[in-house]
């Protein structure tokens, strides 16, 4: 892997551990070589991540909306900085820079951008592991969701497995380093219509 794309919250949160995590995941990145792709605010857990990847020598490369930027909200001590126009252009560029997906704690925007990829995956447009840092146990009531909706039938297992889960930076990366798409017949089941 040469870059993971990381979406995180533009609030730090309520606890210390989830900063220390954007921290550690920060420096793990650069002393593995591989590069930050993120949406790039200099603000909340997006900062405290690239900050910590500037500071251990990596690279780190942003991709922001130009009304974000308007706002300055966007970090300008990056490697590189795309800015576009549209939030579609930014997810995919993202996307196109990226060679796994990463979701640290974070919001609606955290969420939505996490869940678009693992779709993406599902649908076959790209073969890029997902998962996310359960610090604390943060995404542990959305992993519980995702094996609701196996349950339910509303997923199948085999795609359930897209969505990487550990709770400790060295051991994700690890896992997404290890991970292979798995082979699906068909997504879409049209004998339950």
């Known amino acids: 892997m040469k870059r993971i794309c990381v979406f995180c919250g533009s609030s730090a949160g309520s606890r210390p551990e989830y900063r220390a995590a954007a921290e550690e995941m920060g420096a793990e990145l650069a002393r593995r070589n591989i590069g930050l792709v993120y949406g790039s605010g200099n ?12 500071r251990a020598g990596g690279e780190a490369v942003g991709v922001i909306h130009e009304n974000l930027m308007a706002r300055e909200v966007g970090h300008k001590g990056l490697t590189k900085l795309h800015v576009v126009r549209s ?91 290890e991970w292979r798409p798995p082979h699906v017949e068909k997504w879409l089941d049209r004998e339950t219509r």
């Open 43 to 54: 603000v909340g857990l997006m900062g405290v991540l690239a900050d910590a990847v500037l």
């Open 87 to 177: 939030m579609h252009e930014r997810k995919a560029l993202m996307a196109d820079l990226s060679d796994a997906f990463v979701a640290l704690p974070g919001g609606f925007g955290t969420l939505e951008e996490f869940c678009e990829v693992v779709t993406w995956t599902q649908l076959g447009l790209h073969a890029k592991p997902c998962g996310v840092l359960n610090v604390l146990g943060f995404y542990t009531p959305l992993l519980a969701m995702f094996d609701h909706a196996v349950e339910e039938r509303f997923l199948k297992p085999q795609n359930r497995g897209l969505v990487l889960a550990r709770d400790s930076v060295v051991e994700l990366l690890q896992a997404l380093g």
